[in-house]
Nanobody
Framework: LQLQASGGGLVQPGGSLRLSCAAS????????IAWFRQAPGKEREGISC????????SYGYSVRGRFTTSVDSSRRTVYLQMNNLKPEDTAAYYC????????????????????WGQGTLVTVSS
């Protein structure tokens, strides 16, 4: 099982980036993909999660209204559109997979996700 995160980079405050997480190496349709981030010296923070149909999403408080997650289930790829980026959004962003298809609320608790990608770095700076 592999999770490949990509799309990070350097962006000015107020700018946008779109991250992608491509999942492969499994056949089950029962999964949920989440995004987490971790800045130097800070705890890991749950950003968003989405089930394969896109019918259930959750967002962390700090990104609500600015970030949007979406899924292309045919490609097993989850996206994180990040708008109005702020310097405090600077972090390494990781995608992770849980072996559950959450039907009402998906969790932003990292302990619920057993498979993790390698991370992509987002830097917001002028």
């Amino acid at each position: 099982l592999q999770l490949q995160a990509s799309g990070g980079g350097l962006v000015q405050p107020g700018g946008s980036l779109r991250l992608s997480c491509a999942a492969s190496g499994f056949t089950s349709n029962h999964y949920t993909i989440a995004w987490f981030r971790q800045a130097p010296g800070k705890e890991r923070e749950g950003i968003s999660c989405i089930n394969p149909s896109g019918s259930v999403t959750s967002y962390g408080y700090s990104v609500r209204g600015r970030f949007t997650t979406s899924v292309d289930s045919s490609r097993r790829t989850v996206y994180l559109q990040m708008n109005n980026l702020k310097p405090e959004d600077t972090a390494a962003y990781y995608c992770a997979r849980a072996d559950n298809w959450f039907t009402s609320v998906c969790p932003l608790d990292s302990d619920r996700y057993g498979s993790w990608g390698q991370g992509t770095l987002v830097t917001v700076s002028s």
